[in-house]
């Protein structure tokens, strides 16, 4: 059974940088699509950014293009997320998920993932 823990979450500054981290246990991840999602309060979920099985990578909003990083260590079995330049509005609670098989495209739908962590809240606020 995979477990995924996030990890890494906190109070910033707008303006600031902060890495936030998806250990998963129970298989490798290497060949799986592997996505961080955000929720912000009285919001509905969205797909922030997307690393896939083939080896692509994507940002799935528009306006974290150009701040936020996606990348992967398949030697820690760990999934990162590199945000720069945070502004108020990326607060929320931040999830990593996976896809339910292997060679899996990025995809900006929740429902295409089978595997959630719990969440790691990420606050930018002077």
């Known amino acids: 059974q995979l477990q995924l823990v996030e990890s890494g979450g906190g109070l910033v500054q707008p303006g600031g940088s902060l890495r936030i981290s998806c250990a998963a246990s129970g298989f490798p991840l290497d060949n799986f699509a592997i996505a961080w999602f955000r929720q912000a309060p009285g919001k509905e979920r969205e797909g922030v950014s997307c690393?896939?099985?083939?080896?692509?990578?994507?940002n799935l909003l528009n306006s974290v293009e150009g701040r936020f990083t996606i990348s992967r260590d398949n030697a820690k079995n760990t999934v990162y997320l590199q945000m720069n330049s945070l502004k108020s509005e990326d607060t929320g609670i931040y999830y990593c998920?996976?896809?339910?098989?292997?060679?899996?495209?990025?995809?900006?739908?929740?429902?295409?993932?089978?595997?959630w962590g719990q969440g790691t809240q990420v606050t930018v606020s002077s």
């Open positions: 998920a996976v896809s339910p098989r292997p060679r899996a495209w990025c995809s900006a739908g929740a429902t295409d993932y089978a595997y």
């Open positions: 690393i896939g099985g083939p080896r692509t990578m994507a």
